[in-house]
């Protein structure tokens, strides 16, 4: 008979055992070797039954054992120390606290993300971006940053994977109990639920509980609809990670976004904990915060709405994190408009300003459309990628809100993503390093990096090096045995007939792992591509390689779940099952044993298209060496000192079965000539691979301060959190007043605005030839209609041009008013331009909009040039 409720009965901690209590309900357990050793002490079988949960544990273990620990004096030392080490850890300063400049800095920071993937026990993410959001987290504690987390707290997280016979991927949806999760529902003073809720069309509400984690030092709130005061629809709002139409994303993000704000202050009101200056969205599904914050400007300060998004933006930090539209959310503008104003949410704010707010308004746009990440981007002052190249192709992507820039100019950064070390360093790892340099510098090393705490590294001798590969590679062959039986168990096979499953891959074997999300361009299956070639390299007599691939494709990709089950039949094969496996249900408890064992980690999307790629790094911090297309942070930091780069036939356009050939043929042909060789060459001192060795420890050495969270944090800080502070501080009510009316006179002026005569006073060229060191004097006429000298910057840009005769790797000369205004509202402006590069050089004239209050002279999207040649009126030089 089927139970209609279920709840955990748990049993009463002794008083000498109280402690255990607010280790198990602070996440920094999940990475703190210790703590996890002294909860895997209380129960051993427990903690493998409660899968390396500590609630879970706690309620599971029996009174009598309870009892036994309250009166073992060891225990209890264990348990004071750990529980002192905690505090020390939440209350102590830290990096931020030591900051010179703390004035400058924010006093607290929002940070919203649709998923957090903070441990195996809180399963609240879907891949790179959860995982990515988890470790901003746990490096923002780590360095003290004040930060506050928002998202959704999912009932049934993304879904649990698991192959069908034939090796059809299969989803299933685990019910989650909060109670049962570390989380605490943040309540009142009263005790009663802290609740938000928002207005939905028809009258109806939608309320949602908030559930409260600590990771480390910093709060992250989850919100929750499944409340009886909702109607069954509301309850489930927040049923599961990515699911549903339409609709139901939209209301999912309403929720994450207005909801989340009003959580935060809520949150704020009841702990005392100081109001964010900052709010960081994390890619465009949390954008409705910002006009969550308009509304509360309008309401409480009585700001009119274009004053209250300059207020908005001045604070508002937006990371986009995919290099394709097709990634990007985008709901129907009637779903929207439907939502919103006097019928829905937001009531006094019209409707068709948040339309306007959303809208492609560029060449290419859909103007049917509502698009997230433009209206991200609009009601941010600050907008970031997440590698370098990502940031390029970002500025590209988003040209279109920037007209007559120039993709460089375009201002979006870009902060290269990093990975939380101690989570993701196997704590055979760790003890290397802390047995060569000290346990208080490794800490210190992985959490906030310094490549002086690294270089002591490469002292490790070489033995200890290869014997440790071993012993980690031996774990993954036991683990993967594990999970491979268990899998062929749920796809029908019987006991009996999986004895072969004990000689599945050898621990001396050159290992290489591929694990991921399975969008096409990813391309899981490219090492299929010559199926006899592969077949060929796992089965070689002198150098074998053996492959260990997991990932999961969303439920309704059909064309991933195919690309699944290719890899899955192929690695079914009894010739080659002990050589390639595929492991179904990957997450963050199998991918902290897949990393640190594989000795090659491998990554072949269709370049750009990976906007970071952040497993190739948690792998390389176990010093696992990358095979990678130059994609993501590999095209920023890749060096031939530790690893490969997988050649790309870039030019072929939209060939891309031709470009698969190529580029999986140079694959194979790494893999047989240089990875493989270089692996089994044991010419070294007792018999070691010196040179790869030696690539371990350049790895280590060389990526291991730059692929660090801490690292991504410091600037995340230093170039975004602490500007947006002081612009939001700057921009009081009378100050975004005054803004909006002058961002409103430079747009009304503005195409009477222009650059009408450039002339060249001195050193002018011959023959269209200049000598490197000359100087030209530029004069420039302009009209600036009813604008003044002090509203706008006119520009000389100068550089190499290439072919076309567009301006590379220019440079900007300011040039100053020298005459004016004329009877016609002429103004003369001068200065000097430097030819200090030789070859084909050009320059050309622009004139910006300026204004302390702008954190880019391209902020308005507003540039006037010289009209009448392709190049813009400009002159070269050759």
Not at 390 to 409: Q, Y
Not at 472 to 482: F, K, N
Not at 511 to 535: E, N
Not at 781 to 810: H, K, N, W, Y
């Amino acid at each position: 008979m089927k139970a209609i409720r279920r709840f955990t009965v748990r049993p009463v901690l002794p008083e000498s055992l109280l402690p255990l209590t607010g280790l198990a309900r602070n996440l920094r357990w999940s990475w703190h070797t210790e703590t996890r050793e002294l909860f895997q002490s209380v129960d051993p079988e427990g903690w493998q039954a409660a899968g390396g949960d500590p609630v879970r544990l706690l309620g599971t273990v029996s009174a009598a054992r309870l009892e036994e620990l309250a009166a073992d004096r060891r225990f209890l030392r264990r348990l004071a120390v750990a529980a002192a080490d905690l505090d020390d850890y939440v209350n102590g300063g830290r990096w931020y606290q030591s900051r010179e400049n703390g004035a400058e800095l924010p006093a607290a920071i929002a940070y919203f993300s649709p998923e957090f993937g903070i441990t195996a026990a809180l399963p609240q993410y879907s891949g790179g971006l959860g995982i990515l959001a988890g470790d901003h987290l746990k490096a923002a504690s780590d360095l003290g940053v004040p930060l506050i987390g928002v998202g959704l707290l999912y009932r049934h997280g993304y879904f649990r994977q698991s192959l069908s016979r034939d090796g059809w991927q299969q989803e299933h949806y685990p019910v989650l109990d909060p109670n049962e999760l570390p989380l605490g529902l943040l309540r009142q003073d009263d005790g009663t639920p802290a609740r938000v809720s928002l207005t939905l069309p028809g009258g109806r509400a939608l309320h949602a509980h908030i559930w409260q984690a600590r990771v480390g030092r910093v709060p992250l709130l989850l919100l929750d609809s499944d409340v009886e005061d909702n109607d069954a629809a509301a309850r489930e709002v927040t049923d599961r990670l990515y699911g549903g139409g339409s609709d139901h994303r939209l209301l999912q993000e309403m929720l994450l976004g207005i909801g989340g704000v009003r959580a935060v202050r809520t949150y704020c009101g009841i702990s005392g904990h100081p109001a964010p200056e900052v709010f960081h969205t994390n890619e465009g599904h949390a954008g409705f915060l910002g006009l969550e914050r308009i509304r509360e400007l309008e309401r409480e300060q009585g700001l009119g709405f274009d004053a209250a998004v300059e207020a908005v933006r001045a604070g508002t930090v937006f990371t986009t994190h995919t290099p394709v539209p097709a990634g990007i959310d985008r709901f129907e503008r009637s779903l929207v408009a439907r939502h919103f104003g006097d019928g829905g949410e937001l009531a006094g704010v019209p409707v068709e300003r948040i339309l306007e707010l959303g809208a492609e308004s560029f060449p290419g746009g859909d103007p049917g459309v509502f698009n997230m990440a433009v209206m991200g981007l609009r009601l941010a002052q600050r907008a970031n990628g997440v590698s370098t190249l990502h940031g390029a192709v970002s500025r590209e992507m988003f040209a279109g809100l920037w007209p007559g820039f120039d993709p460089a100019d375009v201002p979006i950064t870009s902060v290269t993503n990093g990975v939380h070390a101690p989570t993701w360093v196997a704590p055979e790892v760790v003890r290397l390093g802390a047995r060569q340099i000290g346990p208080g510098r490794t800490e210190d090393a992985l959490s906030v990096g310094g490549s002086r705490r690294w270089d002591a590294v490469a002292d490790i001798p070489d033995q200890d090096v290869w014997d440790l590969r071993r012993v980690l590679r031996e774990q993954l062959v036991q683990e993967v045995r594990d999970r491979l039986r268990a899998s062929w168990l749920q796809r029908g096979a019987a006991a009996a007939e999986l004895g072969w499953v004990d000689s599945v891959l050898d621990p001396d074997v050159l290992t290489i792992g591929f694990a991921r999300r399975v969008p096409s361009y990813k391309r899981l299956t490219l090492m299929l591509r010559d199926p006899d070639r592969l077949r060929r390299l796992l089965l070689d007599p002198e150098r074998p390689v053996q492959i260990v691939v997991a990932g999961k494709a969303h439920p309704a990709d059909d064309g991933g779940k195919r690309l699944v089950q290719e890899l899955v039949r192929f690695a079914d094969d009894p010739r080659v099952r002990h050589r390639i496996v595929f492991l179904p249900d990957y997450g963050m408890a199998m991918a902290q044993k897949l990393y640190p064992g594989c000795d090659v980690w491998l990554n072949n999307p269709l370049r750009p298209l990976e906007a970071c790629g952040t497993s190739g790094m948690k792998a390389a911090l176990n010093g696992c060496l990358n095979l990678s297309v130059l994609d993501g942070w590999w095209d920023e930091w890749f060096e031939p000192d530790f690893g490969w780069a997988i050649p790309t036939a870039d030019g072929l356009g939209a060939d891309e079965d031709r470009r698969d050939h190529l580029e999986a043929s140079a694959l194979y042909e790494l893999i047989e000539g240089r990875v493989a060789p270089r692996f089994y060459d044991r010419a070294g001192r007792a018999g070691l691979p010196v040179r790869w060795i030696e690539m371990v420890r350049r790895t280590l050495v060389s990526l291991g301060p730059k692929v660090l969270a801490g690292r991504m944090v410091r600037e995340y800080v230093e170039r975004l959190y602490a500007p947006a502070a002081l612009a939001h501080r700057s921009l009081t009510a009378d100050a975004a007043r005054d803004l909006a009316w002058w961002k409103g006179r430079v747009r009304a002026s503005w195409p009477r605005v222009g650059v009408e005569h450039v002339e060249a006073l001195a050193a002018a060229p011959v023959n269209g030839t200049a000598e490197l060191g000359a100087t030209l004097t530029l004069r420039v006429q302009v009209s600036l209609d009813t604008l003044a000298p002090e509203d706008v910057e006119v520009q000389a840009v100068a550089g190499r041009v290439d072919p076309q005769d567009v301006i590379r790797d220019g440079r900007t000369f300011p040039l100053k008013p020298a005459a004016g205004p004329d009877m016609d509202g002429r103004w003369v402006y001068e200065g000097p331009l430097a030819l200090d590069r030789t070859g084909p050089f050009g320059y050309t004239v622009r004139i910006l909009p300026t204004h302390p209050l702008l954190a880019t002279p391209a902020e308005l999207g507003l540039v006037a040039v010289p009209a009448g040649t392709d190049t813009g009126g400009g002159v070269l030089l050759r």
